[in-house]
């Protein structure tokens, strides 16, 4: 079972950074793209960036030079990404959720809450 979980979220002031980070274990079927959506209330979801297992990445025009997709990391058959969020904004306040892909499907994670406020 693929199973995104993410942790990281958390309240923080405008300008402050967080991390989130998204771990998955991989199956038969190898992980081929993470990405991170995001959905504000009464808002739809959204992509926020994503990264394909051969290194291409590209985040949203929203949040480009503030936030970073990192490599993707693997150990013992489980992969790793992080989203560095800097320079944070009220409009940036949702819940953070991770997508794994496989070739036959793609699975989400419960999310986490990121709250930009003072």
């Known amino acids: 079972q693929v199973q995104p979980v993410e942790s990281g979220g958390g309240l923080v002031q405008p300008g402050g950074s967080l991390r989130l980070s998204c771990v998955v274990s991989?199956?038969?079927?190898?992980?081929?793209?993470m990405a991170w959506f995001r959905q504000a209330s009464g808002k739809q979801r959204e992509l926020v960036a994503h990264?394909?297992?051969?290194?291409?990445?590209?985040?949203?025009d929203s949040v480009k030079g503030r936030f970073t997709i990192s490599t993707i990391s693997r150990d013992n058959a489980k992969i790793t990404v992080y989203l560095q969020m800097d320079s944070l904004k009220p409009e940036d306040t949702a819940v953070y959720y991770c997508?794994?892909?496989?070739?036959?499907?793609?699975?989400w994670g419960q999310g986490t809450q990121v709250t930009v406020s003072s």
């Open positions: 997508n794994a892909a496989t070739d036959r499907a793609a699975y």
């Open positions: 991989e199956t038969i079927y190898e992980i081929r793209a």
């Open positions: 990264m394909t297992s051969a290194g291409g990445s590209l985040v949203a």
